[in-house]
């Protein structure tokens, strides 16, 4: 290592610090900023070349058109549909089945516990042609209810690992206690357990739904019909038959991104969690 | 027998050992049971898919029931889809696509890794320093993360355009190209632009992972550090790098995993078109393009058969305890 002296040494990591800040502030922000101006230009400026980057006046046509004459209205309320659904899914089932591998006794749980991993590293892509043909035969394909399952079978791993590691932390003395009050086991975890664990249920609950939320290659596989899409594959329907729309596009893209972002800056700290929790242990 | 199922129906007469394990199983059969269906069944389905002849025609007769039948009966009923044998794989791995694809999906996903991997830490250098808005750019750095992958892609193909594009005009601006250029594509330039948009779009995942790290590394060591006469440089390089390995080296694993199981980024971004065709891509073009769905369930195999040399290696290194 070179023996720079402080002063220089300072001025390095200050030109570093300067650059990077430019750096990754433009290169994230850039791309929302660019889509959120191309929604609301007008036809002119959106092909204008140079390309313009203050809009003259502002024009929501582009979201009309899309919440209401290319079904973006009916492709939110399916997404809608699927993610609650698999959100109130998974906590539900989730919280009870964490519950049971932490605290309860049953034949096969030592196993249970150690595939739960392996079965949340196995790749989607590996899983699309056998569930694409197991669910064409079964007539549950093009359903948002067996979009609903895939979403679960993708979720319920994660939460279970995530909440009975966040369970075992917590003190079993209050639940016999409970216990000795005359609870059974289902009014413990009712009363005790989740107002305890509320923290760790929500960053599963935001986890789970940004899974849901941003699926989009099963949803891609298995949806045929319009009616049936939710909004990625609605994005993508709507891009694959105007090409050249982008206000259209773009005003998609913002509808798709704009309830997550709002989502994660209510709830950031729950979301952090559960993004790195969900992903890796420690 | 009748006496103890009535006994077990209305769960009177049992000790409370019996009754709790009579709930967990209550709770976890239908967990077990989603799995089951949606995970465990469809991988064993699958082989029996990849050694026959499922094409859209006789979709129908690929049942699970007739994938049960077809095992019972040792492959000698009627009425089913062909049994090939191991000819699927064959025709897989003798298709020059996929050893082209899967050239193309390790170049990918390394490099698309590394990038990320170096501009997560980078910027989680940058924010784990005391500053003001510390908490909103860290919910800034978030967003390419956060926000859903079409809208991402969608948003760079538009910037990217090689009419429109304002990318193009900037870069035109900035005397990096002379004229407008087709990004996404022109080979070369497409797997290019994908890595870029990898790197991008996954930066904050090792940016949250380096975060956390860092804010746990004992301050002494740097004072130790300091103490011995150690520059901030050399305070990277010899507390903190050591510091961060394990971390690194286990987002390298999954990023790497993911990455390369992907298809939903190329997919959007160019549908795998001028040289960054993946494994993915070539998945779904076997089974919904060419209607070959066991040779699909195939090349499927090899996947989850390159897969599990990273999953042993994910529970045999980070994994210890598990």
Known sequence: MVNLSRYGERAIVGILVVIGFSIFLTTVLFPFYWMIISSMKNMGELFAWPPVFVPSELDFGAYWSVLFEHGFLTYMKNSAIVTLSTVLLTISLGT????????????????????????????????????????????????????VLVYLAQTLPVSLYMLSSYFKQLPPDLEEAGLVDGCNRLEVIWRITIPLSVPAIMSVALYTFMIAWNEFLFAFMFLDSTNKFTLPIGMQHLFSSYHTAWDKVMAAGMIITIPIVIIFLIFERYMIRGLTAGSIKG | ??????????????????????????????????????????????????????????????????????????????????????????????????????????????????????????????????????????????????????????????????????????????????????????????????????????????FLFVLARLQSIPEDLYEAARMDGASTFQQFFYVTLPQLKGVLATVFLLRFMWIFNKFGDIYLLNKGAAGTEVLPILVRQYSIEMEQFGQGAALSIYLFLILAVFIFFYFRWVMEEW
């Open chain 1, 96 to 147: 009870l089945g964490a519950y049971a591998v932490t605290r309860l006794y049953f034949k096969g749980k030592h196993l249970m516990q150690r595939s739960i991993l392996l079965i949340y590293m196995f790749p989607p892509i590996v899983l699309v042609i056998p569930l694409y043909v197991l669910m064409s035969t079964l007539g549950l394909r093009d359903s948002l209810g067996g979009l």
């Open chain 2, 1 to 206: 027998m009748d006496d103890k199922s009535s006994k077990l129906r209305k769960g009177k007469g049992l000790n409370k050992k019996q009754r709790e394990q009579r709930l967990a199983l209550t709770i976890i059969i239908p967990i077990f049971l989603i799995v089951f269906g949606i995970v465990i069944f469809p991988v064993l389905y699958n082989f029996w898919l990849s050694v026959q002849e499922v094409t859209l025609g006789n979709l129908g007769q690929a049942t699970p029931i007739n994938a049960l039948k077809w095992v019972f009966t040792l492959g000698n009923s009627g009425d089913l889809p062909k049994f090939v044998g191991l000819k699927n794989f064959i025709t897989v791995a003798q298709d020059p696509r996929f050893l082209s694809a899967f050239a193309t999906s390790l170049i990918y996903s390394i490099s698309g890794v590394t990038l990320s991997i170096l501009l997560g830490l980078y910027a989680a250098l940058l924010v784990h320093r005391r500053m003001p808005a510390r908490r909103a750019i860290r919910g800034i750095f978030l967003l390419p993360y956060i926000a859903p992958v079409v809208a991402t892609a969608f948003i760079w193909r538009w910037v990217l355009n090689p009419v429109y594009g304002v990318g193009n005009w900037l870069a035109v601006q900035a005397g990096l190209i002379a004229e407008p250029v087709a990004w996404l594509s022109t080979r070369g330039l497409a797997l290019f632009v994908a890595i870029i948009f990898q790197g991008w779009r996954y930066f904050p995942f090792i």
